[in-house]
């Protein structure tokens, strides 16, 4: 029904940039909001940020400051830039989609994307 592709992830030193994307496709008839969610080994999975779609954003206290998140909106895509990275930024990152889909409003999820920021 949905289809969420994540990419933008590798391996990056500290203070370094990363920008992470994903793009939604299927039987979408809105979508609502988008976001990145992060797991790191032996955590729980944790919002990094969330833009609605009238454009309200969110993020982790942190995260602020180093993060920015955007959508193209023509290509139910969502971007998360990531600046100043920190070895603490190491984890999977997931796109999450909440979205009306057969009437049904529900989220939905990426497969993950792995960020390592190491020297």
């Known amino acids: 029904q949905v289809r969420l592709v994540e990419s933008g992830g590798g391996l990056v030193q500290p203070g370094g940039s990363l920008r992470l994307s994903c793009a939604a496709s299927g039987s979408i008839f809105v979508i609502y909001a988008m976001g990145w969610y992060r797991q790191a080994p032996g955590k729980q999975r944790e919002l990094v940020a969330t833009i609605t779609s009238g454009g309200s954003t969110n993020f982790a206290d942190a995260v602020k400051g180093r993060f920015t998140i955007s959508t193209d909106n023509a290509k139910n895509t969502v971007y998360l830039q990531m600046n100043s990275l920190k070895p603490e930024d190491t984890a999977v990152y997931y796109c999450?989609?909440?979205?009306?889909?057969?009437?049904?409003?529900?989220?939905?999820w990426g497969q993950g994307t792995q960020v390592t920021v190491s020297s």
């Open positions: 999450n989609v909440e979205a009306l889909v057969a009437l049904i409003r529900q989220p939905y």
